[in-house]
């Protein structure tokens, strides 16, 4: 197993401009995360969802949206990028029953 | 008061000392508690996962959680340098939508 992979590992936007941040699962988990941490802080939450077809919003969801079509994927997509964007995002699953969780390697997101 | 309060350190010990890591909480439906680990620019990853209150170990790892006190702490014991990382703690109502602390660095020095 392959665990969470993200892509891309680092980019760097422009204000105002758009981009996907992809995640992909190989676990089967119906539980699926997308958090942001900035530095010295914990983890906040975006969105999360519960299974293909069902998402809902976090802690700080403004300026980001997400997809659930299929159980493996949970893109994040960032609209017209703000320099408040600048982070490292994560994505994260989890099993049934909760005591499997596994997150991606992060992606190192920068806005300018 | 933020719901998850934890000590961002830094923390230094030496080769061997048993570590005790701590995090506060404010609201009382938490019924899962976890502890993560976190090298430098890596994800992080789930070390223990506790319901409820008492204690629960795992090789040198101990989790400890006190309801009653809204306090949870981990303890390391024989700390080896590869522990040198940022534990972060996480409470959770349901057990699916957790809410972290700010995470504590750890140094283990040789």
């Known amino acids: 197993n392959a665990g969470v992979t993200q892509t891309p590992k680092f980019r760097i936007l422009k204000i105002g401009q758009s981009m996907t941040l992809q995640c992909t699962q190989d676990?089967?988990?119906?539980?699926m995360y997308w958090y942001r941490q900035d530095p010295g802080m914990g983890l906040k939450l975006i969105y999360y969802s519960v299974g293909a077809g069902i998402t809902d919003k976090g802690e700080v969801p403004n300026g980001y949206n997400v997809s659930r079509s299929t159980t493996e994927d949970f893109p994040l997509r960032l609209e017209l990028a703000a320099p408040s964007q600048t982070s490292v995002y994560f994505c994260?699953?989890?099993?049934?029953?909760?005591?499997?969780?596994?997150f991606g390697p992060g992606t190192r997101l920068t806005v300018t | 008061q933020k719901e998850v309060e934890q000590d961002p350190g830094p923390l230094s010990v030496p080769e061997g000392a048993i570590v005790s890591l701590n995090c506060t909480y404010s609201?009382?439906?938490?019924?899962?508690f976890m502890w993560y680990r976190q090298y430098s620019r890596k994800g992080p990853e789930l070390l223990m996962y506790t319901y409820s209150s008492g204690n629960k170990e795992d090789g040198r790892f101990t989790a400890q959680v006190d309801k009653s006190s809204k306090y949870i702490s981990l303890f390391i014991r024989d700390s080896q340098p590869s522990d040198s990382a940022t534990y972060l703690c996480a409470m959770s109502q349901k057990g699916n939508d957790m809410r972290f602390g700010a995470g504590t660095r750890l140094t283990v020095k040789p």
């Open positions: 676990m089967n988990h119906n539980y």
């Open positions: 994260a699953s989890l099993s049934l029953g909760f005591t499997k969780q596994y």
């Open positions: 609201n009382s439906a938490f019924q899962y």
